[in-house]
């Protein structure tokens, strides 16, 4: 089984950076997704990660250490409409994604 | 890129009565869809897995009885909740995987706001 566990809830302020943090055990992986959600609408892709390192993509990055089931979304810059959850998601070898409860992140003035 | 329509968006039903929920790939075939089921201020939980001309294979405690899939071509699979409850009202989503564009990313519907009054 899996068990993947983040921050419930963030606050961060406009122009700053955030990093959320999600740890996961899980007995097959083939690679941890991060996902913006808005409430009442799908979720939408952020970053896909299967190996150990830092990706960059614009004002966010992921990063992931498989060795100690760590992953963290940074996001730089922050803008208001940043305010989200943020759902850390394991790929199994099942084929499946399974996501995390989410982090909520408010973005303050 | 790869687009999931899904419908209807929002629906209100009274207890007792069947949704239907549709979940087509656009431009894209897939073998597989995925439904998940996603209450408020919560994540989305997986119920199932949807496969192209078989049975879908249901997570632990999910009634295959009562949310019932088909996935009769490449480009659809439909979830039916069968006599809706109060306690089925939720968001429900579906997913697809795009065989051919290395199968990494899921791509999502929009979503349905099922209200069972």
């Known amino acids: 089984g899996q068990n993947i566990d983040q921050p419930t809830e963030m606050t961060a302020t406009e122009g700053a950076i955030v990093q959320i943090n999600c740890t996961y055990q899980?007995?097959?992986?083939?690679?941890l997704f991060w996902y913006q959600q808005h409430a009442g609408e799908a979720p939408t892709f952020l970053s896909y990660?299967?190996?150990?390192g830092l990706e960059e993509k614009g004002r966010f990055s992921s990063f992931l250490s498989r060795s100690k089931g760590y992953s963290y979304l940074l996001l730089k810059e922050l803008q208001m409409k940043d305010s989200a959850s943020y759902l850390c998601?394991?790929?199994?070898?099942?084929?499946?994604?399974?996501f995390g409860q989410g982090t909520e992140l408010s973005v303050k003035p | 890129g790869a687009v999931v329509s899904q419908h209807p968006s929002r629906v209100i039903c009274k207890s007792g009565t069947s949704v239907k929920i549709e979940c087509r790939s656009l431009?894209?075939?897939?073998?597989?869809m995925f439904w998940y089921r996603q209450f408020p201020k919560q994540s989305l939980m997986l119920m199932a897995t949807?496969?192209?001309?078989?049975?879908?294979?249901?997570e632990q405690g999910v009634e295959k009885d009562k949310f019932l899939i088909n996935h009769a071509s490449l480009t659809l699979s439909t979830l039916t909740v069968t006599s809706a409850h109060p306690e089925d009202s939720s968001f429900y989503i579906c997913?697809?995987?795009?065989?051919?564009?290395?199968?990494?990313?899921?791509?999502f519907g929009s979503g349905t706001q099922l209200s069972v009054l």
């Open positions: 990660n299967v190996l150990d």
């Open positions: 899980t007995s097959g992986f083939n690679g």
């Open positions: 949807s496969n192209e001309g078989s049975k879908a294979t249901y």
């Open positions: 998601a394991l790929y199994n070898q099942g084929g499946k994604l399974i």
């Open positions: 431009d894209f075939q897939a073998t597989t």
């Open positions: 997913s697809a995987r795009d065989q051919k564009g290395g199968g990494e990313k899921l791509f």
